[in-house]
């Protein structure tokens, strides 16, 4: 499961290339005119965000989250589920009480 | 020259397997996922009941809707320590959850919670037993994440007339907790790589059954194995390219998997054509696997930190605690057993490969002998389990089931041969041995006159034989035994009919 991380957004300038690999990564159809506009734009925001990266010194630990807080659990107690009907509203298309979705490529039968 | 059969023009080609091992060094690599027992799934409170109609269990947590905020389960923490532990693994001071991110409809959030770089246990190692030989095995690491939806793929190749190809998706899975436990490469296995695969998943089976944190239950997806094979040359060469065979779902399986891939691997490098880094799918009815999705077209899940989750930090106290509340470990049980149930190496050898220990054991406890409770696992079960490709304890027979059958026997009231018509009955759900003996009209014939009747007609219709018994041929005996126990469909207790036969003729 040794996945590489993301590659981008590491505090260099972002390319059109790594714009269009991000859009597709995300599913979003791009236009070329469209990557060209967007692209500059989210290498300024990039670069900006890499500003505060350069504040921070090696002692200042990462983190994922804004409050001091460690070990928030729930006990392990079954609480009620939503109505199918209601879950099944927010379905494209419903079939067999299932979402109906368009199936995927190369997914296993 | 190479031997390589070619089974069609679609499917792999494969060298035997012995030219192969003879060629090459396998690589072995082990990714368990197991869905724990928790009441309530990973993040939110719906229940985690196997079976239920569709869509029944969901709520906005798990079906990621818009502001709603997951909660981790304190139990499937537990779990997940105590499984870390149990394998020998350090537990993380402090871990975290991350997204991986995809666009699969299995997951409605368009992420799956997972743990990444911080898993809550690493750098383990178990040893168990393959064929006699204990082997080591070293686990890397044993992460919590989230299982994702279950589809049903329908349409076009399944002859529907309307619509295209499209996936019907049910997200009451989607959710529950699950543990992914990963081996470290493992090397030296040689010619016994299936076995070794197969030997280590059995034995992971029987320590989650022990820990109580899980049903185990391969056939219900409870316990699911990835495949990782590699070959290379010699076992001093760096490791091969590496195929990932997902969700191989018998500890059958696992063996064939691993074999099939040995052979389908060898072929393409003895020809000169390198393995794909890339997904396969398992096929349990033809037993081959298929290419899936390939990771050299770089696969990139943008793992980031999961905000919605605060860090984990379990203490010492609490580490020790859970350490303290793990069972006796396996080494030690089995030596234990051993010794109560009166089992040569062999034997004990015997009952832990066919992944009965717990059966034998539980047999006991209900009041079987040792020897009757390994007797039944091992020969006529271990037999079926094996011709249905499951495990022993998924056959549909319980313990309290196979002692009831050897009382019957021990009583008198049935036979061997009509203990396995009532096992074939109590498999065929037909209810209790008890129950089976009196449906089907299983019991011996114990009334004496009866048996009389039958020795008296068996006597006279073979009367060379009767006067061979007369003239002190005992070993006659057995073709009068025969013919009575023809005419009685088995169902007389031959010990009884033999001593009649002697009684009458002497
Ligand atoms: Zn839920």
Redesign the interface.
């Known amino acids: ?1 040794a ?5 981008s957004g590491a505090g260099h300038a972002m390319t059109r290339d790594e714009v269009a ?1 991000l859009a597709q ?1 995300a ?1 979003i159809d791009l236009s070329d005119a469209e990557l060209d506009h967007l692209a500059p734009q989210l290498a300024v925001i990039i670069e900006s965000v890499a500003v505060v990266s350069s504040v921070a010194a090696d002692e200042v630990p990462g983190t ?2 804004p ?1 001091p ?14 109505a ?1 009907e209601e ?2 509203a ?1 379905a494209p298309e419903v ?10 490529l ?4 | 020259m190479t031997a390589v059969s070619t089974r069609s023009t679609t499917a792999a080609e494969l060298m035997p397997y012995d030219e192969a091992l003879s060629r090459f060094d396998p690589v072995l690599g082990l990714e368990v996922h197991v869905e724990l027992n928790t009441a309530s799934k990973m993040f939110c409170g719906c229940s985690t009941v196997f079976g239920r109609e569709p869509n029944t269990q969901t709520c906005p947590v798990c079906l990621g809707l818009p502001g709603a905020l997951p909660v981790l389960n304190a139990a499937a923490v537990e779990s997940a320590i105590r499984i870390g532990l149990a394998l020998n693994c350090d537990i993380a001071a402090e871990c975290r959850f991350a997204r991986k991110n995809y666009f699969y409809p299995d997951m409605p959030k368009n992420f799956q919670t997972s743990q990444y770089d911080e898993p809550i246990a690493v750098n383990g190692g178990v040893d168990i037993d393959v064929d006699g030989q204990p082997f080591r095995i070293g686990i890397e690491r044993a992460h919590m994440e989230e299982d994702t939806g279950k589809s049903l793929h329908v349409g076009g190749a399944t002859g529907r007339i309307h619509g295209a190809d499209h996936s019907l998706v049910d997200y009451n899975r989607a959710g529950i907790p699950l543990i992914e436990i990963v081996t470290k490469p493992i090397e030296g296995t040689g010619r016994l790589a299936p076995a070794v695969a197969r030997a280590y998943v059995g034995w992971l089976r029987e320590l989650l059954l022990g820990l109580g944190v899980s049903d185990v239950r391969m056939e219900q997806g409870s316990l699911r194995c990835d495949v990782n094979l590699s070959l290379r040359p010699d076992p001093g060469a760096p490791y091969g390219t590496r195929s990932e065979t997902k969700n191989v779902n018998s500890l059958r399986s696992v063996e064939r998997a691993v074999r099939y891939e040995v052979s389908r691997q060898a072929a393409r490098l003895a020809t000169g054509r390198r393995v794909v880094q890339e997904t396969r799918h398992w096929h349990e009815d033809t037993g081959v696997t298929t290419s899936g999705r390939s990771k050299e077209q770089a696969e990139d899940y943008r793992y980031f930190p999961e905000p919605d989750l605060v860090p984990i930090a379990p203490s010492v106290t609490e580490v020790e605690r859970l350490r303290a509340s793990l069972p006796e470990p396996p080494a030690i049980r089995r030596a234990r057993l051993q010794a109560d149930w009166g089992f040569s190496d062999l034997e004990m050898r015997d009952v832990v490969g066919a992944g009965a220990l717990l059966l034998v054991e539980q047999t006991v406890a209900a009041g079987a002998s040792p020897a009757a409770a390994k007797k039944w696992w091992l020969s006529e079960l271990a037999r079926r389990a094996n011709d249905a490709g499951v495990a022993l304890d998924e056959l549909g027979i319980t313990p309290e089931h196979v002692a009831a059958v050897q009382s019957l026997v021990d009583a008198g009231r049935i036979n061997d041969k009509l203990a396995r018509q009532v096992l074939d009955g109590v498999l065929a759900g037909e209810g209790s041995p008890e129950q089976v003996v009196s449906a089907r009209g299983l019991e011996v014939v114990s009334d004496e006159g009866k048996l009389s009747a039958a020795v008296d007609r068996a006597i006279a219709g073979n009367p060379g034989v009767a006067e061979k018994i007369r003239a002190g041929k005992m070993a006659a005996a057995g073709a009068l035994i025969g013919a009575v126990m023809k005419e009685m469909h088995g169902q007389a207790d031959a010990g009884r009919v033999r001593e009649l036969i002697l009684e009458k003729l002497n």
Do not use: C, K, T, Y
């Open positions: 499961m996945e590489p991380a993301a590659s690999r990564l599913r994922s989250h409050l807080v460690r070990n928030v659990f729930r006990r392990d107690v079954v609480r009620p589920s939503l199918p879950v099944l927010g079939e067999q009480s299932r979402f109906s979705v368009p199936r995927i190369g997914e296993e039968a």
